[in-house]
């Protein structure tokens, strides 16, 4: 049950794209199309932004997007908006009905 | 309009213990696996622990095993989470969560601080 791994921070300017790496083993990422992804504001409660890899819930903006390879999932932002600027997280399934987050990754609007 | 409340966060002596509880409305609770996940102090999130719709499987963070226990209770839509041998790492918000592999509600978080 180690934490995926995440970049601590990213950034980006208005306009512009980035993509946000999640690591994980063969274990977690890797064996299940279960990857999801958060965004966090400062003391809100975390907002489901992507699921089972690449799917986007009602709501979500279509700039968000989501991928996978091997153990590496991925969060891309595109044309970044300020209110973006938020910490966003990563969550996969591990098998036996348990659950791992990454370690988050803060993104600054430039 | 699905709502998840949740209550009975506090301070507490390291080793003591407390129990939180999660009110939840709007959905068909008795069809829903339900999550605890935790966030320290300017930390990340942390996966806790999870119960089946009719609570007959439950699962934990190997941190908390032992010592935490989640429970149900599907006549008042409510969840819970049964803390003991509190230790000072245990300090966070707690929210209650609805479903397995991914969570599109959340509670507004109870924070637990453990603490002499």
């Known amino acids: 049950q180690s934490a995926l791994t995440q970049p601590r921070s990213v950034s980006g300017s208005p306009g512009q794209s980035v993509t946000i790496s999640c690591t994980g083993t063969?274990?977690?990422?890797?064996?299940?199309?279960?990857v999801s992804w958060y965004q966090q504001h400062p003391g809100k409660a975390p907002k489901l932004m992507i699921y089972d890899v690449t799917m986007r819930p009602s709501g979500v903006p279509d700039r968000f997007s989501g991928s996978k390879s091997g153990n590496t999932a991925s969060l891309t932002i595109s044309g970044l908006q300020a209110e973006d600027e938020a910490d966003y997280y990563c969550?996969?399934?591990?098998?036996?009905?348990?659950?791992?987050f990454g370690g988050g990754t803060k993104l600054t609007v430039l | 309009e699905v709502q998840l409340v949740e209550s009975g966060g506090g301070l507490v002596q390291p080793g003591g213990s407390l129990r939180l509880s999660c009110a939840a409305s709007g959905f068909i609770f008795t069809s829903s696996w339900m999550t605890w996940v935790r966030q320290a102090p300017g930390k990340g999130l942390e996966w806790v622990a999870n119960?089946?719709?009719?609570?007959?499987?439950?699962f934990y963070v190997d941190s908390v095993k032992g010592r935490f226990t989640i429970s149900r209770d599907n006549a008042k839509n409510s969840l819970y989470l049964q803390m003991n041998s509190l230790r000072a790492e245990d300090t966070a918000v707690y929210y209650c969560?609805?479903?397995?592999?991914?969570?599109?509600?959340w509670g507004q978080g109870t924070l637990v601080t453990v603490s002499s």
């Open positions: 969550c996969s399934y591990a098998g036996s009905f348990t659950l791992v």
């Open positions: 969560a609805r479903d397995l592999r991914f969570f599109n509600y």
């Open positions: 063969s274990s977690d990422v890797g064996g299940f199309n279960y």
């Open positions: 119960i089946k719709e009719d609570g007959s499987e439950k």
